[in-house]
T-cell receptor, first 116, second 113 residues
Framework: SQTIHQWPATLVQPVGSPLSLECTVE??????LYWYRQAAGRGLQLLFYSVGIGQISSEVPQNLSASRPQDRQFILSSKKLLLSDSGFYLC???????????????FGEGSWLTVV | AQTVTQSQPEMSVQEAETVTLSCTYD???????LFWYKQPPSRQMILVIR??????QNATENRFSVNFQKAAKSFSLKISDSQLGDAAMYFCAYKGYGNKLVFGAGTILRVKS
């Protein structure tokens, strides 16, 4: 069965410091990968998605970047964090093989980021 | 662009009773998927139920069922025999031809014992 893991679960970082959140998926190949952010306990905002190695689409201009160095690895980064980057970050995946089964998105456990 | 609207910020239900959460969406696409996700205090997003727009039959998963009205673009979630563990934030979501999952603002469900 497929599983998704992301880490760290909790992170407290000073303003101006770098960020790296990692996400890996197991049990599938060529997944679509996503990074979402949830601020203020409400709706989710799509930040980045990737349909393959090195292929990143950005949904909103921001202080963050994403990379996909391996098929099942997705990394969210920042060179210099801002206070407004605080929030709950969720990695997610969907089947990349296409067809109707590839349309359900499954989420990781999430990472709490507090920028102080 | 597709939008998803959840008009109920909060709902309450007595344990063992039934509650319905509302969701409407707007799209010009003909083939799409609709989802309900549950987010408990742990914050992990858990898939509750999924509906494929081309299927007329409403999806069911144990105590969870949907009322999918394609013409009205309505997709409500019914929870039967509510349990304390059902207390959570519930999100309605839409996925069309693209890779994006569009979420509603969420509904907080409180279950009273």
């Amino acid at each position: 069965s497929q599983t998704i893991h992301q880490w760290p679960a909790t992170l407290v970082q000073p303003v101006g410091s770098p960020l790296s959140l990692e996400c890996t998926v197991e049990g599938t190949s060529n997944p679509n990968l996503y990074w979402y952010r949830q601020a203020a306990g409400r709706g989710l905002q799509l930040l980045f998605y990737s349909v393959g190695i090195g292929q990143i689409s950005s949904e909103v201009p921001q202080n963050l970047s994403a990379s996909r160095p391996q098929d099942r690895q997705f990394i969210l980064s920042s060179k210099k964090l801002l206070l407004s980057d605080s929030g709950f970050y969720l990695c997610a995946w969907s089947g990349g093989e296409g067809g109707r089964s590839g349309n359900t998105i499954y989420f990781g456990e999430g990472s709490w980021l507090t920028v102080v | 662009a597709q939008t998803v609207t959840q008009s109920q910020p909060e709902m309450s239900v007595q344990e063992a009773e039934t509650v319905t959460l509302s969701c409407t969406y707007d799209t010009s696409e003909s083939d799409y998927y609709l989802f309900w996700y549950k987010q408990p205090p742990s914050r992990q997003m858990i898939l509750v139920i999924r509906q494929e727009a081309y299927k007329q039959q409403n999806a069911t998963e144990n105590r969870f069922s949907v009322n999918f009205q394609k013409a009205a673009k309505s997709f409500s979630l019914k929870i039967s025999d509510s349990q304390l563990g059902d207390a959570a934030m519930y999100f309605c979501a839409y996925k069309g031809y693209g890779n994006k999952l569009v979420f509603g603002a969420g509904t907080i469900l409180r279950v009273k014992s």
